[in-house]
Nanobody
Framework: HVQLVESGGGSVQAGGSLRLTCVASGYTSGTMGWFRQAPGKEREGVAAVYTGTSLRMTAHFAEGRFTISQGNSKNALYLQMNNLKPEDTAMYYC?????????????????WGQGTQVTVS
């Protein structure tokens, strides 16, 4: 049974930083990613990492500001977010699965965390 638990969200002013953490249990290998969903909008991919190769994918809007990384034990996933903007306000979710082809597509993932809220003012 795969369980994903996110933390690290909060409220910050524009230009500030947050670091999100996702801790996985019951998960061995595959792809892990961060997604976000704002009210009234579709869930969109932020960044993903193929845990076996450490190959990363980052959405265009996140390039240069957000960095995805793994913990040493590969069961932790981080998202360092710098220079946050009001349009980054959303619920941020961690996802994991094996056999993922496009790590930034939500439909590729079966396992999801409950989300952590990020609010930028």
């Amino acid at each position: 049974h795969v369980q994903l638990v996110e933390s690290g969200g909060g409220s910050v002013q524009a230009g500030g930083s947050l670091r999100l953490t996702c801790v996985a249990s019951g998960y061995t290998s595959g792809t892990m990613g961060w997604f976000r969903q704002a009210p009234g909008k579709e869930r969109e991919g932020v960044a993903a990492v193929y845990t076996g190769t450490s190959l990363r994918m980052t959405a265009h809007f996140a390039e240069g500001r957000f960095t995805i990384s793994q913990g040493n034990s590969k069961n932790a996933l981080y998202l360092q977010m710098n220079n946050l903007k009001p349009e980054d306000t959303a619920m941020y979710y961690c996802a994991a699965d094996s056999g993922v082809v496009d790590g930034l597509k939500a439909y590729e993932y079966t396992h999801w965390g409950q989300g952590t809220q990020v609010t930028v003012s």
